[in-house]
């Protein structure tokens, strides 16, 4: 639910524009689903020491807008995706992306069912949701929809049931993990938490508000918090001003050595 940060003035005006009208944002983020563009700070998938083909966990696939991303920037063997939105989840299943399998709910620390709210445009008779601003907390979105859009009149919000499962075992090998749930980071890396001790994989997190919890966790495994840079093309260490995504890593997933 955060606004993507970029590097470039104009492109942060325009999308503060797309964002002022629900439907403006409605129609841009669907015909996004069919271009290749991703945040930026994504680029740094490409700078990472990673096995010549790479087996991902995208979580939170969404309309598959990052491992289209990723399956044209690395050699793909696998993309696991992980979308409890049986709308995305539908989607996703249509991509054009090889070896891309599509599992119709999300990851948690326990399995449950799991309460979330969905932004609904009201455009003459037809129902638009603004799936990627859903949320687990209804103030928060609240608070979102005030602060992003000036035409909010039609806005409403609905409740929707999600299955999330708790991860025991995937055989394959996992190189790179993209979290981006929108608040419930924390809950998916714990889920997750024996493929990350078994694969070591690097991750790429969506900064929340449980982000400095996320850090001590990983800290027991090893990892440590870099951002990317697009202006150096690097990844740099950081300590406070945490960015749009938090890379967690390990020496070995370095190409260089960073001071």
Excluded: W
């Amino acid at each position: 639910m955060r606004r993507s940060k970029t590097n470039s003035g104009f492109l942060f005006f325009l999308e503060k524009i797309v964002r002022s009208h629900p439907l403006l944002y409605f129609i841009t983020r669907y015909f996004i689903r069919y271009t290749n563009i991703f945040e930026q700070d994504a680029n740094g998938v490409t700078f990472l020491n990673l096995d010549k083909k790479v087996n991902i966990i995208d979580v939170g696939a969404s309309d598959g807008i990052a491992s289209k991303f990723f399956n044209r920037k690395l050699k793909i063997n696998k993309i696991i995706c992980f979308e409890p939105n049986k709308s995305y989840a539908k989607i996703l299943k249509k991509l054009n992306i090889k070896n891309l399998v599509v599992n119709a709910y999300g990851i948690a620390e326990y399995t449950k069912y799991y309460k979330i709210f969905i932004p609904r445009y009201k455009f003459f008779s037809k129902n638009l949701d603004l799936i990627t601003y859903a949320y687990y907390n209804k103030q928060a979105l609240q608070d979102k929809i005030n602060s992003d859009f000036k035409f909010k009149k039609n806005i409403s919000i609905i409740e929707e049931k999600i299955y999330l499962k708790k991860i025991k075992k995937i055989k394959t090998k996992i190189d790179l993990i993209k979290v981006d749930v929108n608040g419930h980071e924390l809950s998916i890396v714990k889920g997750l938490s024996k493929i990350i001790k078994r694969d070591k994989p690097a991750l790429i997190i969506e900064t929340g508000d449980d982000i400095k919890i996320i850090e001590r966790y990983l800290k027991k495994y090893g990892f440590r918090k870099y951002l990317f840079s697009n202006r150096f093309s690097r990844f740099e260490k950081f300590k406070e001003n945490y960015p749009l995504n938090t890379y967690f890593l390990q020496k070995n997933h370095l190409r260089f050595n960073i001071i």
